[in-house]
């Protein structure tokens, strides 16, 4: 069964760092676009950044500049490092990829488990 894991969640100080990982495990033919969501409490799941396979990047504008998303194909691994970290980037940050199961086959959505940040001094 395929699935994505996160990890690298945690309490962080204002204006610290992470680095979350998220990692695609099963069998699978491709992944497409790899994606960071985050979902603070009492609000909907918005897009935080996003990597096609050709390593074409999209943010959201409230994080441009402090959030950066890279992926590894060789380890089926999305990371988005964190810097400058603010109380309001507090969520649950969920991993998303695009994939296709096999050759000839459609692609299909796929969603990690979430790992809370929690920024608080």
């Known amino acids: 069964q395929v699935q994505l894991v996160e990890s690298g969640g945690g309490l962080v100080q204002p204006g610290g760092s992470l680095r979350l990982s998220c990692a695609a495990s099963g069998s699978f033919f491709r992944i497409n676009t790899m994606a960071w969501y985050r979902q603070a409490p009492g609000k909907q799941r918005d897009l935080v950044a996003s990597?096609?396979?050709?390593?074409?990047?999209n943010y959201a504008d409230s994080v441009k500049g402090r959030f950066t998303i890279s992926r590894d194909d060789a380890k089926n691994t999305v990371y988005l490092q964190i810097d400058s970290l603010k109380p309001e980037d507090t969520a649950v940050y969920y991993c998303n990829a695009d994939l296709v199961l096999a050759m000839g086959y459609k692609s299909r959505e796929l969603w990690g488990q979430g790992t809370l940040v929690t920024v608080s001094s």
């Open positions: 990597i096609t396979s050709g390593s074409i990047t």
